[in-house]
T-cell receptor, first 115, second 114 residues
Framework: AQKVTQAQTEISVVEKEDVTLDCVYE???????LFWYKQPPSGELVFLIR??????QNEISGRYSWNFQKSTSSFNFTITASQVVDSAVYFC????????????FGSGTQLTVLP | KAGVTQTPRYLIKTRGQQVTLSCSPI?????VSWYQQTPGQGLQFLFE???????NKGNFPGRFSGRQFSNSRSEMNVSTLELGDSALYLC?????????????FGDGTRLSIL
């Protein structure tokens, strides 16, 4: 069975600091997909990025970057020069090709960026 | 492009009642999935519908059911409500044609059981 672990329950940083959110996953499938979502206080889950299991290339999008390492089953998310607006709960999620659109979520990391 | 729309946003019910939640997916999306979010259990998959057929189901009791209409809109029904059903119910849509397409979520319906 698939599993996603986000060991960091809460992180607090001061504005402009860099912060990394950890995500470790377990799956038996060789084809799977990893996602990061952001959940602001309003409740909506906002899609940030998708990564396929056969594509380990890291990605950078503005202040956001993602480090995917199959050898350690990790898909970590770094925010550079954090801002107050980055404060939210961040979820890492996994879907296996065999179970299509069923997302398994981690427990989430509450990020608070202080001014 | 309009996002996923869920109605109502808030709902208060009492134990034993039943409730129906509605979800309108992004235009052109044929897959609709439902998730339950609680502080104790986190985000859990309920079921997924594609072209009016349930394709996948999570580990929830039969009191939780759903359906999808020909226009891809979906409804979720919970019968004989229990206190533990209090949660944020999120609906997500995707094109459904490929397993790696991201799901886009609505704002959710917050259900409170008294």
């Amino acid at each position: 069975a698939q599993k996603v672990t986000q060991a960091q329950t809460e992180i607090s940083v001061v504005e402009k600091e860099d912060v990394t959110l950890d995500c470790v996953y377990e799956t038996r499938d060789t084809t799977y997909y990893l996602f990061w979502y952001k959940q602001p206080p309003s409740g909506e889950l906002v899609f940030l990025i998708r990564r396929n299991s056969f594509d380990e290339q890291n990605e950078i999008s503005g202040r956001y970057s993602w480090n995917f390492q199959k050898s350690t089953s990790s898909f970590n998310f770094t925010i550079t020069a954090s801002q107050v607006v980055d404060s939210a709960v961040y979820f890492c999620a996994l879907s296996e090709a065999s179970s299509a659109r069923q997302l398994t979520f981690g427990s989430g990391t509450q990020l608070t960026v202080l001014p | 492009k309009a996002g996923v729309t869920q109605t109502p946003r808030y709902l208060i019910k009492t134990r034993g009642q039943q409730v129906t939640l509605s979800c309108s997916p992004i235009s052109g999306h044929r897959s609709v999935s439902w998730y339950q979010q609680t502080p104790g259990q986190g985000l859990q998959f309920l079921f997924e519908y594609f072209s009016e057929t349930q394709r996948n189901k999570g580990n929830f009791p039969g009191r939780f059911s759903g359906r999808q209409f020909s226009n891809s809109r979906s409804e979720m029904n919970v019968s004989t409500l229990e206190l533990g059903d209090s949660a944020l119910y999120l609906c997500a849509s995707s094109s459904g044609t490929s397993s790696n397409q991201p799901q886009h979520f609505g704002d959710g319906t917050r259900l409170s059981i008294l």
